[in-house]
Nanobody, 119 residues
Framework: QVQLVQSGGGLVQTGGSLRLSCAVS????????RGWFRQAPGKEREFVAQ???????WYQDFVGGRFIISGDNAKTTMYLQMNSLKPEDTALYYC?????????????WGQGTQVTVSS
């Protein structure tokens, strides 16, 4: 079965950086959309960034050029490099993969990792 295992969360000061990793087993990346989401207490889960099956990258507006999504096809691992972090970035971050190559359907999810940004 497909499994996503996350690492790289932690506590960082405002303006600092973190790199989140998501190791995928049970399937290759080829043709499938991969993405990052986050959820803060009392708020809905929200989209952060994604890589399309063709390699195209998309970001939510609040990212403002601070985050970079990437992937290593050989290692079947995806990353989210987060720079210039703000307290409002504090949330539980999840990686996810689409189960379809013809449409985006995020059916596979990581366990989540906490990112806390202190002021």
């Amino acid at each position: 079965q497909v499994q996503l295992v996350q690492s790289g969360g932690g506590l960082v000061q405002t303006g600092g950086s973190l790199r989140l990793s998501c190791a995928v087993s049970g399937r290759t990346f080829s043709g499938y959309t991969r993405g990052w989401f986050r959820q803060a207490p009392g708020k809905e889960r929200e989209f952060v960034a994604q890589i399309g099956g063709d390699g195209s990258m998309w970001y939510q507006d609040f990212v403002g050029g601070r985050f970079i999504i990437s992937g290593d096809n050989a290692k079947t691992t995806m990353y989210l490099q987060m720079n210039s972090l703000k307290p409002e970035d504090t949330a539980l971050y999840y990686c996810a993969m689409s189960s379809s190559s013809t449409e985006v359907r995020y059916d596979y999810w990581g366990q989540g990792t906490q990112v806390t940004v202190s002021s």
